[in-house]
């Protein structure tokens, strides 16, 4: 068991309180709109009997994912600053919403994985004949992959809700009724009574170990070793293609290598800032849990963006979008589109 932090001794000043807020908030309505955007193109193609890629499948699932990951934080954010005896009350809301934090936060690392395996087989070329084998049935083991950690995410949630103790003046004791957590929270306290003060409650140190190894790092190493080859392969076709290629089509697998590379940055720093709060390197209620939310809800944005931009289709909706606010001028490629451009 981790030491119990009482939450008055760990304070943030108001004005920097109202910076944090301000931000976040103003990250997440971009988080929405973004991610909304991902989740409503796909959408309208399914119900239009169009069917979904294999990539547009994964695509809509990490989307709706981070979607509720960013919502479950912002919720329990918001929720424990407005009333800090909010969860001593409303104790059920409180398990929804960690529930609903370690699911998300875990399916939307694994589909993060998934999704870098595939551009990983639809882009680097083969020569083993296992990994042959696996490009070509890749595509139809999606579902399975997609299903498989949605159910290990609700089996990582509900496992949550046997890993965690409460201390109440200095006595460990296992919670009944009013059951909460160190993280993802950043006020996270429950009273047994009216006569006592809020305390901040643990994960066991064995399902703390557990969530950072599946939900982080195994994760993490399946996106740098999907994400490596990719870099290699784009960067040595480029090479000995430049003079043979147009400057457009240079231009696309110099595009694909940043948006590559630029996805994995942002899951590494998304990784690290959520293994910091699995940890509880950082106390609830300062300022360096407060960033690592910041971060945590920017690199979501960027990753969103990133999608967008590296997706044909997806692009093109969001340019329609933003061709109807005022001062926007599109610079676009006339139509232009070559394999390498949809990472």
């Not at 479950?72 to 909010?86: G, V």
Request: proline share 3%; with cysteine.
């Amino acid at each position: 068991m981790g030491s119990v932090i009482p939450i008055e001794k760990a304070f943030v000043p108001s004005s920097l309180l109202a910076f944090y807020l301000a931000t976040a908030g103003t990250v997440y309505l971009s988080v929405i709109m973004t991610h909304g955007l991902i989740i409503v193109v796909n959408l309208s193609d399914w119900s239009k009997g169009n069917g979904l890629m294999p990539n547009d499948e994964i695509l809509a699932s990490l989307a709706l994912s981070n979607l509720c990951f960013s919502s479950s934080s912002i919720a329990d954010y918001f929720c424990s600053l407005i009333w800090e005896d909010f969860y001593s009350v409303f104790n059920k809301v409180q398990r929804v919403i960690f529930t609903l934090d370690i699911a998300t936060s875990f399916s939307s690392f694994w589909f993060t994985a998934w999704l870098s395996v595939f551009y990983c087989m639809k882009i680097v070329n083969f020569k083993q004949a296992f990994l042959l084998k696996m490009k070509l049935k890749f595509s139809g083991l999606i579902h399975w992959l997609l299903l498989g950690s949605t159910v290990v995410s609700l089996g990582a949630a509900l496992l949550f809700q046997w890993a965690v103790r409460i201390t109440a003046h200095g006595k460990e004791a296992k919670e009944t009724s009013n059951q909460t957590a160190g993280l993802p929270s950043t006020f996270n306290g429950t009273c047994n009574n009216v006569n006592e003060k809020p305390i901040l409650l643990h994960m066991s140190p064995f399902y703390r170990l557990l969530i950072i190894l599946l939900g982080c790092s195994v994760p993490l190493m399946v996106v740098v070793s999907s994400s490596v080859p990719v870099l290699y392969s784009l960067v040595r076709h480029t090479q000995k293609a430049e003079e043979s290629l147009s400057p457009f089509q240079l231009e696309a697998h110099l595009s694909a290598a940043k948006a590559v590379l630029s996805l994995l940055l942002c899951y590494a720093v998304l990784v690290t800032s959520q293994t910091l709060i699995r940890m509880e390197i950082f106390r609830n209620w300062t300022y360096q849990y407060f960033l690592c939310l910041s971060i945590q809800l920017a690199t979501l944005l960027a990753q969103s963006t990133v999608l967008i931009r590296s997706n044909p289709k997806l692009k093109q909706a969001a340019a329609q979008l933003l061709s109807g606010l005022p001062g926007y001028h599109r610079k676009g490629n006339n139509g232009r589109r070559t394999d390498s451009q949809e990472v």
